[in-house]
DNA sequence: TGGTCTGCTTGATCTGCGTCAAGGCGAGGT
DNA sequence: ACCTCGCCTTGACGCAGATCAAGCAGACCA
């Protein structure tokens, strides 16, 4: 469950789980056996369940291509939007039962998996993977934290404009598109799954949007394609002091 | 940084920072001596920085008494606490150079710390201290994001039975004080740290407050001293679902 | 070619909470 | 006994964002 934080990706591997040397199926000849041997590859149609919450979960795992969502529900039907799981983000707790929420591909989406178990093994017999995992989680936690303060304390307006950094910088981050000197992605949401990640309905997520498009701060091409001008505006919209903000 | 989340705590041992047989001072007696080098106490005065947002910290250690919050802060001075360190919760962050909120102590503090290297070095050569690490982690993540379900979606009123409810549960799991069949507390925070994190104002906070008061569902002694008649009641206005809620 | 469906936009109105302002209450000091 | 200071309460008012409602645009299908 490893999201929002961009991290330092080895680049000899692309699809394994915990991209680090150390623990990297592909890269440590001795460890490469065990960690075959558990790993299976799953793929999801956008818009189904990964595991919903409160469901035994007996696998871990990360994303190869696509993107997922954490969500949590109340019984009244307000959601939440917890997380954000872009490629190499990472799910599951080792040493916990169940899932605490519903992970759901917002696109068509394929992960890489490791039966729970034998990977617990692993990690007691292979220090380095607890510590890795305690960095990545770290990295969540700030993540997450940073998320609160745009969940208790911007406007509507800092909260997409902080909304689009991050997909802009996690994205920027992935594929090297900043080409006519502006930077620019696709939205993975639709405008009802931002507004679930901003504590905001949809419809003022559309009319905040809309604004920023009048006031240029982005420029859009359909309804999912933005070109961010100038990012260090866009930041300055979002509130963000510091430039990266999000930790390395 | 745990917070929110109560853990398991082994008896025999009350002040060390990693409440675990496995890894705690006081059971392991080949341990010992290397935590005992590095161990010391600190005291803070009630409104004090433990540490400043982006200063380096040189020690990672564990709350004894008193309670810490950790907020984050914007140019324009709105800020957002981002988690609520009571007695046996865990400050630090192995691997990281700075801190990236305030810690402050809201009420006289003493803590139990570990210079950050030599704890570092440990958690190399003590497996057991990394996993135990990642468990309370993940916890606080967990916490993380049930806050974020209340900052986003939950009302005012919601929000401020929702503090309350997990309040008084720390609270009753390290002392035990149901006493008349209500529950009883006093309020370490003052309304307007309340306020901070829950996204609200003080007079807000006031208001909710009064109006549960008036409702029935909690009775004031003062201004701090909460007696709660009924658990169940307070947590519905919560609108917690489930009984626990805040996993184990 | 039209029909439907999903995602999005925009307008009108309502309301929960923020903002501004005026005290109240208890602790500690002189 | 009085003053002050920090913390809290309560009231009046305004506004950002929710809610309700109507309609648009593109994808897909028959």
Not at 68 to 97: H, I, K, W, Y
Not at 169 to 178: E, G, H
């Amino acid at each position: 469950m490893m999201n929002l934080g961009s991290m330092t990706v080895h680049q000899d591997c692309d699809d394994c789980p915990i991209r680090h040397r150390a623990v990297c199926a592909r890269c440590e000849a001795d460890e490469l056996q065990l960690l075959e041997e558990i790993k299976y590859y799953r793929r999801f149609e956008a818009g189904s369940h990964v595991i919903w919450s409160g469901d035994k979960m007996d696998f871990v795992g990360s994303v190869v291509s696509g993107i997922a969502t954490l969500t949590q529900t109340m019984e009244d039907g307000r959601t939440q939007m917890v997380g954000l799981l872009l490629p190499s983000d990472f799910v599951g707790r080792p040493g916990r039962e169940g899932s605490a929420y519903d992970v759901v591909a917002t696109t068509d989406l394929v992960m890489c998996c490791f039966r729970k178990k034998p990977f617990e093994r692993m990690m007691e017999t292979t220090p380095a993977i607890a510590q890795r995992l305690l960095q990545m989680t770290l990295d969540e936690l700030d993540a997450a934290r940073e998320w609160m303060l745009v969940l208790g304390r911007k406007t509507a307006r800092e909260k997409i404009a902080s909304l689009l950094s991050i997909i802009a910088r996690r994205d920027a981050s992935l594929n090297f598109n900043s080409s006519d000197g502006g930077l620019t992605f696709d939205l993975p949401l639709t405008r009802e799954a931002m507004a679930d990640y901003l504590g905001l309905t949809l419809e003022t997520v559309s009319r905040q949007i809309s604004a920023l498009k009048k006031d240029g701060v982005i420029v859009l091409e359909g309804k999912r394609h933005v070109i961010v001008p100038d990012m260090a505006r866009l930041m300055e919209e979002a509130g963000d002091d510091s430039d990266g903000g999000l930790l390395a």
